[in-house]
């Protein structure tokens, strides 16, 4: 069974940093892309960063700057660095893995690997 384990769930305040990891398990490929997603309550499940297997990257404008998302293929593992937290940044955050990944989707689609969710919370 493939699974994608998160970790690092946190409370700061802003201007604090966390560091999530999602390790997928079972498998040794889960596609050409794995991403993150910040989902707020009723809202959608919106990308925050993702990484192709080429190691190319891509940010949503509002974490440029701040987050980084990294990959260590060893470990079949992605970071997400996020620096300067603000309390807009609070949300359940995702991992996922395909070939390729939306850049806003209503629910966790199914064909696409999800982590169980990480909640970062951020106090002003």
């Known amino acids: 069974e493939v699974r994608l384990v998160e970790a690092g769930r946190g409370s700061v305040q802003a201007g604090g940093s966390l560091r999530l990891s999602c390790t997928a398990a079972?498998?040794?490929?889960?596609?050409?892309?794995m991403a993150w997603y910040g989902q707020r309550p009723g809202n959608r499940f919106e990308r925050v960063a993702r990484?192709?297997?080429?190691?190319?990257?891509d940010y949503r404008s509002s974490v440029e700057g701040r987050f980084t998302i990294s990959h260590d293929k060893d470990e079949n593992t992605i970071y997400l660095q996020m620096n300067g937290l603000t309390p807009e940044d609070t949300a359940v955050y995702y991992c996922?893995?395909?070939?390729?990944?939306?850049?806003?989707?209503?629910?966790?689609?199914?064909?696409?690997?999800w982590g169980q969710g990480t909640q970062v919370t951020v106090s002003s």
């Open positions: 996922a893995a395909d070939d390729w990944l939306v850049v806003s989707t209503e629910c966790r689609s199914p064909g696409v690997y």
């Open positions: 990484i192709r297997d080429n190691g190319i990257v």
């Open positions: 079972g498998t040794t490929s889960v596609g050409q892309e």
